[in-house]
């Protein structure tokens, strides 16, 4: 599967921005979602899960609250909408896929490109 990241940008603290990530190549109901994080000089980090049908979601505990993971499939297309933004969000977002929802939230198999998020304070 192709993963294509959109919607990054610069946002004031407190601001919000959505992303998306559209998919393509093979069907989109059979995956379980991602969004991955790397800022600066730190490790990628695991954001936001979301499972193949919507009904479950996992959340980095420091963005619990303010990010929602969100999936339409009928548009093959994830989203992460991030509220109440924060300058220590300010990273590379990147989206993910896996067929395995433990997999999605660690090693999964399929990476998009990034998107970079830039909050300011």
């Known amino acids: 599967v192709q993963l294509q990241a959109s919607g990054g940008g610069l946002v004031q603290a407190g601001g919000s921005l959505r992303l998306s990530c559209a998919a393509s190549g093979r069907t989109f109901l059979n995956y379980n979602m991602g969004w991955f994080r790397q800022a600066p000089g730190k490790e990628r980090e695991f954001v936001a899960a979301i499972s193949r049908c919507g009904t479950t979601t996992y959340y980095l505990d420091s963005v619990k609250g303010r990010f929602t993971v969100s999936r339409d499939n009928g548009k093959n297309t994830v989203y992460l909408q991030m509220d109440s933004l924060k300058p220590e969000d300010t990273a590379v977002y990147y989206c993910?896929?896996?067929?395995?929802?433990?997999?999605?939230?660690?090693?999964?198999?399929?990476w998009g490109q990034g998107t970079q998020v830039t909050v300011s304070s």
């Open positions: 993910a896929a896996d067929d395995m929802i433990s997999n999605v939230r660690s090693a999964p198999r399929y």
